[in-house]
Every structure is written in C-alpha cells, then in structure tokens.
C-alpha cells in the first residue's frame, strides 16, 4: 500500500511561475525524500528532510515538513520548461514491515515554455 | 548518474519464462531495494537487502526472488512470467540503514515487456 499521497495529481504552469507539491503520509518517519523522475526514465534524488527539521534549501528547491500533520511541501521557485516531470515524496519509514522507502503515486508537473 | 547499475535496460520475454535483473549498487552502498513500477500502481517496493541480508519486505509476489551476493551486488529473480507483470523494474541502493540520513540513489532501471 501507498505511504505517501501526492497533490495535485496534475499541475500544468508556465515557465518562470512557481510549482507547490505536497504530499501526506500516514505512520511516523525518519525521513521524507523528494524524486523527480523524467518520462520512463529513472527517479533522480532531489532532496531529504529529516524528521526533527521542518525546512530546507537546494537551489530553487523548498522542502518543508509538519510532522504534526504528516505532510510535506515541495516548491520549485522559477520553474523551467526542463522541471517538467513527474515528482514523488517517499518516506522512510525504519523497521516498519512495509520496508523503510515508501513512495507516493506522484505529482505531474508540466512547465510551459 | 547516479552510480547505481542495472541490466539489462530492456527485456522482452513470453509468459512463463524466467527473467533474471541484476543490479549493481553504488560504490560503498551496503543496501539494495527493488521496486516494480507499473501505471496503474506507481511504485511498489519489493525488497529490500542489507550486506547480504534481507531487512524489509513488501509486495513481492511468490513468484519472485531476490538476493545480495557478498561483492554487494543484487540480483531478482522473477519466474513464471504472467502479462501483469511488465514494468519498470528499479534498484536503488543506500549506504546504510535505518538512519535518519539515508538517502537512496536509483539505477535507470530495466523495463520488462511480457508478452
């Protein structure tokens, strides 16, 4: 089963505007990480928060987390027509039976030049 | 790239067939997982391997079978090949386990036509 939901399931924007994402989770966390795969292609590590910090920085990307409310926001400040993709939040999650990453069904992003 | 070897990247086969991936992981990684990705049901973790032994389980079907060999490097199994089962196939690997800063690299991984 799914740990972490996704939404939007779809976010279409132009270029130069910002994308917010944010995903939800159920049990408790060691870690949140954020993907972004391109088409058919492999997941790219993009950034991990762990479960005692609530924001962090990497270049145009905003991660936060409230684990009060078990969820998680990505933000990608001045999108590009190149961030266009799919993104997913997985939680690592250790000792639990469901293994420790559990992904998300992901955030479609499409960028318009 | 992410370090993180998978082969083959494509695989046709017929239904029946057995179908063995192998996956590399990053240099210094001790833990592999694989996950199945298909349309309809994202990304599935299957297993999970920890210097050689298994640490975590998920939705791996009977049919398939997974191991870390001592060089590290991991190998699924999947047997009696049903259409279902096409997908996209990902290893991924991590230095440790069950620490706060464990971050997982993905291979490009290898895509399984069943027909």
């Known amino acids: 089963s799914q740990q972490g939901e996704e939404d939007p399931q779809a976010l279409s924007i132009q270029e130069g505007e910002n994308a917010t994402m944010n995903c939800s989770y159920k049990?408790?966390?060691?870690?949140l990480q954020w993907y972004r795969q391109n088409s058919g292609r492999g997941l790219v590590h993009l950034i991990l928060?762990?479960?005692?910090?609530r924001e962090k920085h990497s270049g145009r990307l905003r991660v936060t987390l409230d684990t009060s409310k078990k969820s998680s926001s990505l933000l990608i400040t001045a999108s590009r027509a190149a961030d266009t993709a799919s993104y997913f939040c997985a939680t690592g999650n250790y000792g639990g039976s469901q293994g420790n990453l559990i992904f998300g069904k992901g955030t479609k992003l499409s960028v318009k030049p | 790239d992410s370090g993180v070897t998978q082969t083959p990247k494509h695989l046709i086969t017929a239904t029946g067939q057995r179908v063995t991936l192998r996956c590399s992981p990053r240099?210094?990684?001790?833990?592999v997982y694989w996950y199945q990705q298909s349309l309809d049901q994202g990304l599935q973790f299957l297993i999970q391997y920890y210097n050689g032994e298994e640490r975590a389980k998920g939705n791996i079907l009977e049919r398939f079978s997974a191991q870390q060999f001592p060089d590290l490097h991991s190998e699924l199994n999947l047997s009696s090949l049903e259409l279902g089962d096409s997908a996209l196939y990902f290893c991924?690997?991590?230095?440790?386990?069950?620490?706060?800063?464990?971050?997982?690299?993905f291979g490009q991984g290898t895509r399984l036509t069943v027909v």
């Open positions: 928060i762990r479960s005692n910090e």
């Open positions: 991924a690997s991590s230095v440790g386990y069950g620490d706060m800063n464990t971050e997982a690299f």
């Open positions: 049990t408790s966390i060691n870690n």
């Open positions: 240099s210094g990684d001790l833990s």
